[in-house]
């Protein structure tokens, strides 16, 4: 699946990159934004570890969780400012 971001750019795989958005804010909503951005960076870590993953899959990635992180104070759930950015489930 295919879609286009707020800022007008278009991402591929957006069930995985909403998926991203959705963890990095609810983490951030819970342990903080710095702790969100410590566990998105080490599960980034972790699975390019011996994986296909391309370094552009990696930076949308670690996009997805940083407009997640950015969500954390927004006023509807996770999932719904996640679908409010472009990603779809």
């Not at 971001?5 to 991402?11: D, P, Q, R, S, V």
């Not at 011996?50 to 509807?76: F, H």
Request: hydrophobic fraction near 25%; charge should be negative; charged fraction near 30%.
């Amino acid at each position: 699946m295919r879609a286009m971001l707020a800022n007008g750019t278009f991402i591929e795989n957006t069930t995985d990159k909403w998926f991203h958005c959705v963890t990095s804010c609810e983490l951030a909503r819970t342990c903080g934004e710095d702790t969100a951005a410590i566990l998105s960076f080490l599960r980034e870590l972790g699975t390019s570890i011996g994986s296909e993953n391309t370094k552009e899959d990696s930076r949308t990635d670690k996009e997805a969780d940083r407009i997640g992180r950015g969500c954390k104070d927004k006023p509807y759930s996770c999932e719904q400012e996640c679908l409010n950015n472009g990603y779809m489930r």
